[in-house]
């Protein structure tokens, strides 16, 4: 079929607009199917719960599924390379959290370099931990308890969701921090942890709050004190562990990273999605009902975070000797 003159040059105008249009139209078109949430830990985990929280919230706004994959190993080193060898088309994201920042330092050879290979994307949530027994345990205050460690050397024991998470760092700086002994005993995850613990089969362990909290409220474990600077809205009748231990502070973290390359685009429209669920009254209640803070940043303000967190959990990693198990 011969095209006439006219319609050639209309067909060389639109070919010219071309180059222009591919951002625009990706980002309108963005999401298109669903969307993995990776995480990099067992379900019921303060990390995973959150996640899934912020994930309907941007199902509800951007109209498509964003589906929680739990993939869980080596403190999450296993899903953060699974993401970072993913396409970078904004259809896998890491949940990042605290444990992408202490094992930069934990494991040495490590195949990505993850402040290099992972882009921030946006903030979630902070929580700080909780210090916690069995209600057997002899020790009712974080000064009884130290005392009782000191006057029986060797025969307390900390668990954690496993090791390098943040509640066996957080357990090796309140070692550091008090000069008392305590052994280790790494879990596959926080729900067996706990498990343990309101068996009487460990001693203490260093939680982040959302997964223990409700065991809090009901009786099943007794907080000595919350590793925030100050009282929690929370738990507003157990005080911090820094009126003993003073300059004893941690908390955990939660963000959204994504592979290396990924649009700027789509990360806008993501950082956009999630700070507009954060903003969202019942979602923000729910956050701090489960102990934590709503974290709304920008994509640079989230990964400056993550580069301070991971300077600051290099000095307790050298410091205390802690190995991957």
């Not at 706004?61 to 964003?66: E, V, Y």
């Not at 946006?122 to 002899?138: D, H, K, L, S, T």
Request: charged share 15%; hydrophobic share 45%.
């Amino acid at each position: 079929m011969k095209l006439s003159r006219r319609k050639l040059l209309q067909l060389g105008a639109g070919a010219a607009a071309l180059p222009g249009m591919p951002r625009i139209a990706r980002a309108q078109a963005y999401p298109s199917r669903p969307v993995r949430l990776m995480v990099g830990f067992a379900p019921g985990q303060a990390i995973d719960i959150l996640a899934r929280l912020v994930g309907q919230a941007l199902s509800e706004r951007l109209g498509q599924q964003f589906v929680v994959e739990n993939r869980p190993g080596a403190g999450g080193n296993i899903v953060t390379e699974m993401v970072v060898r993913s396409a970078p088309d904004g259809y896998t994201f890491l949940v990042v959290g605290a444990n992408n920042a202490i094992n930069a330092s934990l494991y040495d050879n490590l195949s990505f370099n993850m402040l290099r290979d992972i882009v921030p994307v946006a903030g979630i949530y902070r929580v700080p931990q909780v210090m916690e027994v069995n209600p057997a345990f002899p020790a009712k205050t974080v000064a009884e308890f130290i005392a009782y460690a000191k006057g029986n050397p060797g025969k307390i024991n900390f668990a954690s969701a496993g090791s390098g998470s943040v509640a066996h760092v957080t357990g090796e700086y309140f070692k550091m921090m008090t000069g008392i002994q305590m052994q280790h005993i790494p879990f596959r995850g926080a729900p067996p942890a706990l498990t343990a613990l309101i068996g009487g089969q460990v001693d203490v362990m260093f939680d982040n709050m959302p997964s223990s909290i409700e065991h809090i409220k009901t009786g099943r474990l007794r907080p000595l004190g919350v590793c925030s600077p100050a009282r929690l809205p929370a738990l507003p009748d157990v005080p911090p562990v820094a009126d003993v231990v003073p300059g004893f502070e941690t908390s955990a973290f939660a963000g959204l990273g994504a592979p290396r390359g990924t649009p700027a685009d789509v990360i806008e429209v993501i950082n956009k999605g999630v700070n507009a669920g954060l903003a969202d009254p019942k979602v923000a209640q729910k956050i701090l009902d489960l102990g934590g803070t709503p974290m709304p940043l920008p994509a640079d303000g989230f990964g400056k975070l993550v580069a301070d967190e991971t300077e600051k959990w290099a000095k307790v990693v050298k410091f205390s000797g802690a190995k991957p198990g």
